[in-house]
């Protein structure tokens, strides 16, 4: 005799990447249309209302960074704060006095300023004077920063390590030094954060801060469903992960490059 096996409940996921959030009144029918059961969501900006329209209007919601100041919402992430203390430890252990903290932006997302907060933290603990510059997201305005730093300040002023907000921002970096002739790590050691694969793909390989991102993305779901499951389910405040500092070739000793630039 034959049984039927069970069919499984099945769970639906979609992504959302062309689909933008514009506010309340444009946007809401097209996210509680009765397709959508809950929502993950990922670097928000600051100015959004779809954090607190999602709650009031009772959709399940976990977000992948910022708690946007709201107690209703469950958050994951990573330590931001040691992961970018992780970064300017490595720098200072390699001898680095005189170590940089630059922004994306004006303007800075809340993991930016987390990780601010790091680097003073690891800075002030050593005795050093924190410094931070804004890269910007242009060309241009990136590569007046570099000049800025690297040309019209003199020699003894000139930041021998930069601690940047993201890989993507780092290779930006780097590539702007290039164009003034001033190697990494030989001249200045850089360093990104989160090891998203980019920070792989240059010439010269970057340090960075690794994010677990397959472990916060099971971790996020699993809240969320639980979210679904129980509406009534007290928001679980913030679901912290650690960071790892991975070493690779674009940072070097302080003295080394000492002697590199004294040498040019």
Not at 31 to 55: C, E, H, K, M, N
Not at 117 to 145: I, W
Not at 177 to 182: H, P, S, T
């Amino acid at each position: 005799m034959a049984f039927c096996k069970p069919q499984p409940t099945w769970q639906n996921v979609t992504v959302f990447t062309g689909e933008h959030w514009v506010d309340a009144k444009t946007s809401l029918h097209r996210f509680r249309d009765g397709r959508v059961d809950g929502l993950l969501l990922f670097y928000q900006p600051p100015d959004s209302d779809i954090i607190a329209t999602l709650l009031d209007a009772e959709v399940p919601v976990v977000s992948m960074d910022d708690p946007h100041g709201d107690d209703r919402l469950s958050y994951v992430d990573v330590d931001n704060i040691a992961g970018s203390r992780l970064a300017t430890e490595h720098l200072l252990d390699l001898g680095h006095q005189r170590v940089l903290f630059l922004y994306e932006r004006n303007g800075p997302l809340h993991y930016e300023v987390q990780r601010e907060v790091g680097y003073q933290e690891a800075m002030t603990a050593r005795g050093l004077v924190p410094t931070h510059g804004v890269a910007g997201y242009k060309k241009e305005q990136l590569a007046a920063t570099m000049e800025q730093l690297f040309v019209e300040c003199p020699a003894t002023e000139r930041p021998t390590g930069i601690v940047c907000c993201s890989d993507w921002q780092a290779i930006r970096v780097v590539g702007a030094l290039k164009r003034l002739a001033i190697r990494v790590p030989e001249d200045v050691s850089v360093t990104g954060f989160n090891d998203d694969g980019a920070g792989l793909l240059t010439q010269t390989p970057l340090t960075t801060i690794r994010q677990p991102l397959i472990r916060m993305g099971m971790l996020a779901a699993e809240v969320l469903t639980q979210r679904i499951a129980n509406p009534d389910l007290k928001p679980e405040p913030f679901v912290q992960v650690e960071p790892e500092l991975i070493v690779r070739e674009s940072t070097a000793e302080a003295v080394k490059q000492i002697g590199a630039r004294s040498q040019g």
